[in-house]
């Protein structure tokens, strides 16, 4: 059966990102179940970035997998066989979170090659990178997936996006000092986008499973 890896990078497990995703895998599981869809939830996980090892470049036995070995090792060879994947995470200063970039190193360095610097990846597949943030499409500072979009361009194929902007950072802006932020202003533009967003995530989903299918 095709596969489709969902990596979530947020650290909340029932907030925007989470929320997100989930409606990003019911769309690609709406197909009558034809294709399986895992998530892997990096925050519940203990894995470090790229240890620098050079076990992936050793000299006639270099590999386009991460060789060093923890808690994302099954998870970087699940997804070299993979048919499909997301990543999805908060903004956090303008970037993807700590977790996400260090779940990024290890899935990239190996793709490099210091012989000619190309970038390869086992398989190349669709792949939606998504971001959730408090800015507005007006206004925002998100570096998006920064260098990693260019790695992850070259090795795997030209990535998606999908963004759900100027979400609700918390349930109850009256329980917060929040006063920078108009609960009133983000209310609006929650009801006017946030189930939109969803439906988007879902459409989202659909779509990758059906170009997996096709
Ligand atoms: C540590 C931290 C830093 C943040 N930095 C930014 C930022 O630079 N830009 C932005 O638009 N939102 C920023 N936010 C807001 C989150 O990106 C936004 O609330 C996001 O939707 C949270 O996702 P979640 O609900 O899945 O946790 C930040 C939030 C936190 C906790």
Same mark, same amino acid.
Not at 66 to 95: H, N, W
């Given at each position: 059966? $095709? #596969?489709?890896?969902?990596?979530?990078?947020?650290?909340? #497990?029932?907030?925007? %990102?989470? #929320?997100?995703?989930?409606?990003?895998?019911?769309?690609?599981?709406?197909?009558?179940?034809?294709?399986?869809? $895992?998530?892997?939830?990096?925050?519940?996980?203990?894995?470090?970035?790229? &240890?620098?090892? &050079?076990?992936? $470049?050793? $000299?006639?036995?270099?590999?386009?997998?991460?060789?060093?070995?923890?808690?994302?090792?099954?998870?970087?060879?699940?997804?070299?066989?993979?048919?499909?994947?997301?990543?999805?995470? +908060?903004?956090?200063?303008?970037?993807?979170?700590? @977790?996400?970039?260090?779940?990024?190193?290890?899935? !990239?360095?190996?793709?490099?090659?210091?012989?000619?610097?190309?970038? %390869?990846?086992?398989?190349?597949?669709?792949?939606?990178?998504?971001? %959730? &943030?408090?800015?507005?499409? =007006?206004?925002?500072?998100?570096?998006?997936?920064?260098? &990693? =979009?260019?790695?992850?361009?070259?090795?795997?194929?030209? +990535?998606?996006?999908?963004?759900?902007?100027?979400?609700? @950072?918390?349930?109850?802006?009256?329980?917060? =000092?929040?006063?920078?932020?108009?609960?009133? !202003?983000?209310? @609006?533009?929650?009801?006017?986008?946030?189930?939109?967003?969803?439906?988007?995530?879902?459409?989202?989903?659909?779509?990758?499973?059906?170009?997996?299918?096709?």
């Amino acid at each position: 059966m $095709k #596969k489709i890896i969902i990596i979530d990078g947020g650290p909340r #497990k029932a907030m925007n %990102t989470a #929320k997100m995703l989930q409606h990003f895998a019911d769309g690609a599981q709406s197909l009558g179940g034809q294709i399986e869809v $895992k998530t892997v939830r990096l925050y519940d996980m203990d894995y470090k970035g790229c &240890m620098s090892c &050079m076990a992936c $470049k050793i $000299k006639d036995r270099a590999s386009n997998v991460c060789r060093f070995k923890d808690a994302l090792t099954p998870v970087l060879e699940e997804i070299a066989q993979a048919d499909g994947l997301v990543m999805g995470s +908060p903004i956090y200063f303008g970037d993807v979170t700590g @977790q996400m970039r260090t779940f990024l190193e290890r899935l !990239a360095f190996p793709w490099l090659s210091y012989n000619d610097y190309s970038m %390869t990846a086992p398989k190349r597949m669709p792949v939606l990178l998504m971001e %959730t &943030m408090n800015g507005t499409p =007006e206004r925002n500072n998100s570096q998006h997936y920064g260098s &990693m =979009e260019y790695c992850i361009a070259s090795a795997l194929g030209q +990535p998606e996006r999908l963004i759900a902007y100027n979400t609700y @950072q918390v349930k109850d802006y009256s329980r917060f =000092e929040l006063a920078g932020f108009s609960e009133e !202003a983000k209310r @609006q533009y929650r009801d006017t986008h946030w189930e939109e967003d969803l439906q988007r995530a879902f459409d989202a989903g659909r779509s990758m499973a059906e170009k997996i299918l096709a």
